[in-house]
């Protein structure tokens, strides 16, 4: 009966192991998994043990059983402190490894001795073979270790229990509670001589806990939630919750972060109204809802970027909490800042220096339209009363959405303007300031102004100007005595053939020339020349211009009898 009963429990041990690697885990706990190898491994001592039927079987047996009482007990030690994030010494963690593996091997030498037992009886019990012995000299020993690794747990459970800090207290309790009642179990057996004992059993619930626990204790360990290079990163702060908002783990960075974390219940909600609970909550909910992962915020004088991931500790698993990756960004700030003002401060010289230089360029430019004017008798005034209708006439188009101008293309012909007749300055004084009408070879040489003014907008702009007002500039310069019909110059281009920009131009140029007095007629009456430009749209004009230009008239008129 007992032989059957280790049998199932071997089973039972071997599925556990089956289990658990089918898990994919993405980060692997040695001590755990050392833990889980050894029990069927121990298990598979105590049936066997009930099968042999000489003393030396007997023998070989207990040095396979005697692996839990040695190696898984030392594990289980140092599988709690790596969980209680209590560091120790290479050295002393290799120490403690030779003195285990030096006691197991010593037992394995007295096989054939009687230093360990002096005497060895086998007892068919109907149920299985039962062993009875009589220590030896060397039986001491054990004693002595299972005393020691038994204070040195006691230690680790009371100083787990006043210390303050981030683990799970139900993995705790499971380790304290194996060990414990494993180790009072040994003793009652080993002094009460039973034939059989029940810490298989024990051995194999504390598998099904272990194994059921994997996931929760995963979650609680920080390193297994991190990279090994990020676990190693001394400048970064790490805290884990669930999906649920409840408190994981941390590594200790964190609390210089944050330091309310370190007062933080495991397996809570995050204590709200804190900051800690501020800052997790609402970047896991901005992360839920729109994908935000990251948060700055000040600790004192330090500044400080709070990132956010999902993690998982199965390679092909479901989600199963947060993970925030807290770091110093005060030094970052601090360049940052420093750039920002330093390209604020460029970008305010810069513009300055281009308002000065668009300055002198208008300057320049008015300079040559007003040299111009002052050759021409029959045009004084013209450059500015020009300029300043082209305002009216695109304001109108922008409100009638004839022809939709956008902001900057509105701005480039306003300041384009006064550029229409700079190519003047190349005609001789008895053509330019002719009374009387021109004679056909002197209209031809009065006519070649707008090709020359296009030419003086590039030698003016070009390479100092923006691109998109030298384009605007030089068409408006060189396009604006074309006619919609085709009959102007200087190429004949035909309707839309002609740039927007100087056919709003044309009708600008047109109507101040005819209400405006000149030394060889009268200024025409509002009315006449309102009566020749709607007479003009379609031939001269553009006609899409009819609207726009009834549309400002009144404001044309009221803008020449003011000045």
């Given amino acids: 009966m007992a032989t059957i009963f280790f049998k199932l429990l071997l089973a039972v041990a071997i599925f556990v192991v089956i289990y658990m690697a089918h898990k994919n885990y993405e980060n692997i706990d040695i001590n755990y998994w050392t833990i889980v190898v050894l029990i069927p491994i121990v298990i598979l001592g105590y049936w066997l043990k009930t099968t042999v039927t000489t003393t030396e079987g007997a023998m070989i047996c207990f040095s396979i059983i005697y692996l839990d009482s040695t190696v898984m007990l030392i594990v289980m030690l140092f599988s709690m402190l790596r969980f209680l994030r209590i560091q120790i010494k290479t050295w002393v963690k290799t120490l403690a490894y030779i003195i285990?593996?030096?006691?197991?091997?010593?037992?394995?030498?007295?096989?054939?001795?009687?230093?360990?037992y002096t005497s060895m009886t086998l007892v068919d019990t109907g149920q299985g073979i039962a062993t009875k012995m009589t220590g030896g000299p060397l039986k001491i020993v054990h004693w002595i270790y299972l005393a020691v690794v038994l204070c040195a747990i006691v230690v680790t459970l009371i100083y787990a229990l006043i210390?303050?800090?981030?683990?799970?207290?139900?993995?705790?309790?499971?380790?304290a509670g194996v060990t414990v009642i494993g180790l009072v179990m040994y003793g009652a057996e080993s002094t009460l001589d039973v034939d059989f004992s029940s810490l298989p059993l024990l051995y194999v619930v504390a598998d099904l806990l272990i194994a059921f626990n994997y996931d929760h204790a995963h979650t609680h360990d920080i390193a297994c939630l991190i990279s090994e290079q990020q676990k190693y990163h001394g400048s970064r702060g790490y805290i884990a919750i669930d999906m649920e908002g409840r408190f994981l783990s941390c590594n200790t960075k964190a609390y210089e972060f944050l330091p309310e974390v370190e007062n933080q219940i495991v397996d809570a909600k995050l204590k709200q109204g804190t900051k800690l609970a501020s800052i997790l909550n609402e970047l896991a909910a901005a992360y839920k809802k729109d994908g935000t992962n990251k948060k700055d915020f000040f600790v004192d004088e330090m500044a400080?970027?709070?990132?956010?991931?999902?993690?998982?500790?199965?390679?092909?698993?479901?989600?199963?909490?947060?993970?925030?990756?807290?770091?110093?960004?005060?030094?970052?700030?601090?360049?940052?800042?420093?750039?920002?003002d330093y390209n604020e401060t460029l970008n305010e010289e810069v513009l300055k220096k281009t308002e000065n230089i668009k300055g002198i360029q208008e300057r320049v430019v008015l300079g040559l339209a007003n040299m111009v004017e002052n050759r021409d008798s029959n045009t004084g005034g013209h450059v500015k009363r020009t300029s300043d209708i082209i305002k009216i006439i695109v304001d109108e188009m922008e409100k009638q959405g004839v022809y939709s101008l956008d902001e900057q293309m509105a701005e480039d012909i306003v300041r384009a303007a006064p550029m229409h007749d700079l190519g003047k300055i190349t005609i001789e004084n008895n053509i330019l300031n002719k009374p009387a009408r021109l004679t056909k070879e002197e209209f031809e040489i009065m006519k070649t102004h707008s090709a020359k003014s296009g030419e003086f907008v590039n030698i003016i702009l070009k390479d100092v100007e923006e691109k998109h007002f030298v384009d605007v500039a030089f068409n408006v310069a060189r396009y604006h005595h074309e006619r919609w019909d085709g009959k102007g110059y200087p190429e004949n281009l035909v309707g839309e053939m002609i740039p927007l920009e100087a056919r709003i131009m044309s009708i600008a140029d047109v109507y101040d020339a005819l209400v405006s007095k000149r030394c060889y007629k009268e200024a025409m009456s509002f009315e006449k020349a309102a009566e020749i430009m709607t007479e003009g749209m379609g031939s001269q004009f553009d006609p899409n211009m009819l609207s726009v230009f009834l549309g400002c008239r009144e404001k044309l008129e009221a803008y020449y009898k003011e000045n």
């Fill in 163 to 175: 210390r303050r800090g981030t683990y799970s207290r139900r993995t705790l309790l499971l380790y």
């Fill in 100 to 116: 285990t593996f030096g006691h197991t091997y010593m037992f394995w030498e007295c096989i054939h001795n009687d230093w360990y």
């Fill in 304 to 340: 400080c970027r709070c990132e956010i991931s999902e993690f998982t500790i199965r390679k092909d698993g479901k989600m199963q909490g947060y993970l925030f990756d807290i770091r110093d960004v005060t030094e970052e700030k601090k360049v940052f800042k420093v750039m920002k």
